[in-house]
């Protein structure tokens, strides 16, 4: 027999289009390009959870295919403990965290379709990752050459001249190039509201196509900018709670006393 003693091949997963083009789908994969088609289009394909202009895509870039652009690679380390819940998060749960403060929207039951099969598609894209272990280029990098605190006048003029022909002077974006402020955007509450975290993606991956031309700190400054800017209130805070606040510290104001 000639094959015993050859290592086994390993079947390469169909690719999206391999996967589109097939006549018959068994479960899974069709709840596969229902998910792929969510992450590419999430206000078209899951509008009852969605509450803004913001696809996944857009931050997990090319449908989390981009190594160090928050790539979706990562079944395999869920269950996971989780500093900003205190649980450990099912890959579920993270998925519907993503819809409650990225995409400033609902949280979706556990069972709902939606989630189901942003979770099947996540595990596809996981086939051939080591359980456990972080795959390649997982999340951002961390920006080890910064040596200056962010500063947001400095980010102000990088946004100028680096950022606002896609995004806009309003950051309201134009064309494809999504909202990064403002009450179509992200919530204050979202991953990318990190000012450490949203460097680490600007610096990798903007301006697109450019990734890596501006200095680490200057995507630090651009960061701080962006976490300065109005946007949807973090859930977590309510908007009576918000008002509240603004109505207490507005009296603070007028009788001196803050
Ligand atoms: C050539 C156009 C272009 C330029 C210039 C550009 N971006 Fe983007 N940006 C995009 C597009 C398009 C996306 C969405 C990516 C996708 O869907 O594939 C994006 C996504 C983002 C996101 C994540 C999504 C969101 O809404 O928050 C951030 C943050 C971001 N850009 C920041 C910046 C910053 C900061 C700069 C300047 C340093 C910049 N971009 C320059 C086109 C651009
Ligand atoms: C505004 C940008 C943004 C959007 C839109 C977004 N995410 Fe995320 N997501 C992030 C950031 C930033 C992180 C990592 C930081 C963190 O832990 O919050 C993350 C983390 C995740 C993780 C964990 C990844 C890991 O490395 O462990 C999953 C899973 C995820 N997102 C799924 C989704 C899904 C599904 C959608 C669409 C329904 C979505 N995200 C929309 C920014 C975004």
Redesign the pocket.
Known sequence: MLLVGLPLAVAARPTIEELKARSVLDDYESNVLH?YD??MD?PRH?PR??G?R???????LAG?TTPDG???N?AG??P?W?A?NGVRNG?GL??R???L???NGVMPPADAP?VLA?AA??NYLSEGEVIGK?PKH???PTLTGTNQDPNPAMGEMVYRRACVSCHAADGSGVGSA?PLWGPA??SAG?????VQ??AG?IWANMPLGAGRSLTQQEALDVAAYLHLQGRPVDPRDGRLRKLAERFVHWLGGLTGRR
């Open positions: 998910g969510i992450v999430t899951a959870y969605s803004n913001l696809s996944c895509t857009n931050c997990h989390g928050l790539p979706l990562v380390l869920y996971r989780r900003k890959i993270r998925i965290e993503c819809f403060y990225s995409h939606e942003v598609y996540i972080p997982w999340g951002v999504p955007s992200y979202a991953g990318m509201n990190n975290k949203a993606f």
